[in-house]
Nanobody, 126 residues
């Protein structure tokens, strides 16, 4: 089992920045690809970013590419999502997820993730 706890959400003005954290506990964190997803009211959960367990491979949704950066610190069992140039359309509950994967694998589908956090609210005002 892997437990995931997100933090760092909040209210920010358009153009601002936030850094989300996802702290993992339980089984060996370093063997899991990690992802960030988000879900806005009335919409389906959508992929935001993913990072391989080696940290060497990342992939982003087109909507956040160039603005968001995913990273991980295996010593701290934590994955981060740095969000810059935030837009009102980035408003959503953000979830982190973990998937037991090969070293260079990235995972973009919701259905492929084994573990999920409870989410943290991000609200961007215009």
């Amino acid at each position: 089992q892997v437990q995931l706890v997100e933090s760092g959400g909040g209210l920010v003005q358009a153009g601002g920045s936030l850094r989300l954290s996802c702290a993992a506990s339980g089984r060996t964190f370093s063997r899991y690809a990690m992802g960030w997803f988000r879900q806005a009211p009335g919409k389906e959960r959508e992929f935001v970013a993913t990072i391989s367990w080696s940290g060497g491979v990342t992939y982003y949704a087109d909507s956040v590419k160039g603005r968001f950066t995913i990273s991980r610190d295996s010593a701290k069992n934590t994955v981060y999502l740095q969000m810059n140039s935030l837009k009102p359309e980035d408003t959503a509950v953000y979830y982190c997820a973990a998937d037991y994967s090969p070293p260079g694998a990235i995972v973009v589908l919701t259905i492929d993730y084994d573990y999920w956090g409870q989410g943290t609210q991000v609200t961007v005002s215009s």
